[in-house]
């Protein structure tokens, strides 16, 4: 609920009627959640959903972390996939002597991680179908 309350605060859109914003909601669960006192847990990072997920798919757990570390940190503005991960188009030269450096995705470092998100939401899927199907 804290995305979709977030989402809610920077658009200005709160539902109509008489359904709850994300925050009451939060409130909601957060009451519901102390009332029952539940063991806390602890997310799962992404990477390790992915090295869980990839072996499921009958992908290579190793291979699909590598991919989405690569993707991430370039979203993220890391450095360091910039080096491997993307392709230089453009070098600005600045007043003070430093450079600014330009990339762009590189289609070949990042097709892999589109091909392994295809595999896995189809495995997704299937699963899904199945266990609809059992019911």
């Not at 102390?34 to 992915?50: S, V």
């Not at 289609?107 to 609809?132: F, G, K, S, T, W």
Request: hydrophobic content about 40%; glycine content about 8%.
């Amino acid at each position: 609920m804290r995305n979709r309350q977030q989402h809610e605060t920077d658009t200005g859109h709160l539902p109509s009627g008489d359904g709850l914003s994300g925050a009451q909601r939060r409130t909601e669960i957060r009451a519901l959640a102390d009332h029952l006192g539940p063991a806390p847990l602890t997310a799962p990072r992404t990477h390790q959903i992915l090295l869980t997920a990839a072996p499921a798919a009958g992908l290579t757990a190793v291979k699909v972390g590598a991919a989405w570390r690569a993707a991430s940190g370039f979203a993220h503005g890391r450095c360091w996939p910039n080096l491997r991960a993307s392709q230089p188009r453009a070098v600005i030269p600045g007043d003070d002597g430093v450079h600014t450096v330009a990339f762009v995705l590189d289609e070949e470092q990042h097709r892999p991680l589109a091909e392994y998100c295809r595999i896995m939401l189809e495995r997704l899927q299937e699963h899904y179908e199945a266990r609809a199907r059992a019911r």
